[in-house]
């Protein structure tokens, strides 16, 4: 039996070698990708129990997500599964890590797919550029993205054609093949978490309204002053998001991300500063958060086609 560990210190994969070995499966077929399908057959091996690092994407798929887990602040209402998408280094943490001696025993592994890519797999490919483009690598793990029975089907069976070329045969073909299946199922995923903003819009009717409330807080407490100009990280944390969550979730609700409505709600204060105050131009944009006078008027000006100076001009 292994000793328990008093530092839980990181555990590293670098290679897709590594996790085989320490998950307690043979070696991947193909260096760069390997796919664990636990959903069509059972899985005999080891879970990690303690927080871990990779050294690639990860998307794994839950058939049952149900039960208490949240995205964002609300309870999802599909009970088909979950998607759940990691990028190279991200930390993952085990939910049982705590005084927990390290697993040494298999185990039937709880039904799953998981798709693991090195990123060296989509080099040479457009792919490895435009995989930035989707944001929900960055999400949170209650963030993730919450299957109709309909979606889970097209899911499973992007899931298995990926499966069945890395077990069937490897030829000059199969490399652009999975990496296609790869891009598509992707553009499933996006399209399927546009679908879950939209039909969860009704969980956010006040979201702006509460945004809108920080940030009047955050002036009116002077925090500008000493904390600089609010940030993204800085409203989702406060919300209990990740950024590119709370951005993605309001580009869809309101035409706007998190950046521009930050923006907005500063130029409006600016605005009534100007119209109702003598405060100088630098005074308010100290208020702000703003470091230097001449980064306020710049944004002013891009957001009105007016100067701080011109603008005020009109109530003299």
Request: aromatic share 10%; charged share 20%; proline share 5%.
């Amino acid at each position: 039996m292994a000793s328990k560990k008093s530092n839980h210190s990181l555990k590293r994969f670098n290679t897709l070698a590594d996790v085989m070995e320490a998950s307690g499966f043979p070696p991947p077929k193909h260096p760069l990708i390997v796919l664990l399908n636990g959903v069509d057959k059972p899985l005999k091996g080891r879970a990690p129990n303690r927080s871990h690092v990779l050294n690639y994407y990860k998307i794994a798929f839950k058939p049952d997500a149900g039960g208490e887990l949240m995205y964002g602040q609300t309870k999802f209402d599909f009970k088909e599964g979950g998607l759940f998408f990691v990028a190279p280094q991200q930390i993952l943490s085990s939910i049982e890590e705590k005084d927990k001696e390290e697993t040494v025993e298999q185990t039937i592994l709880s039904p799953q797919v998981t798709l693991l890519i090195d990123p060296d797999f989509l080099l040479q490919y457009p792919l490895a550029q435009k995989i930035h483009q989707y944001h929900f690598f960055s999400y949170a793990t209650n963030e993730a993205l919450h299957l109709s029975t309909k979606e889970k089907e097209t899911m499973l069976s992007l899931f298995r054609a990926i499966e069945d070329e890395l077990e069937s045969r490897i030829d000059d073909m199969s490399h652009n093949v999975i990496i296609s299946q790869i891009e598509l199922l992707l553009n499933y995923a996006q399209r399927f978490y546009n679908r879950q903003f939209l039909t969860r819009k009704q969980n956010y009717p006040s979201l702006t309204d509460s945004i809108a409330q920080l940030l009047e807080g955050y002036f009116n407490s002077d925090k500008g002053m000493n904390a600089g100009v609010p940030t993204v990280n800085y409203v989702a944390d406060q919300l209990h998001m990740s950024a590119s969550y709370l951005s993605d979730l309001l580009r869809n609700l309101t035409g706007q991300n998190t950046q521009q409505i930050i923006h907005d709600k500063m130029i409006y204060r600016a605005k009534n500063k100007l119209s109702t105050t003598a405060l100088t131009i630098s005074q308010i944009a100290f208020e702000l958060g703003f470091e230097q006078p001449q980064s306020f008027s710049r944004l002013f000006k891009l957001k009105t086609n007016q100067s701080p100076q011109q603008y005020r001009a009109q109530f003299n």
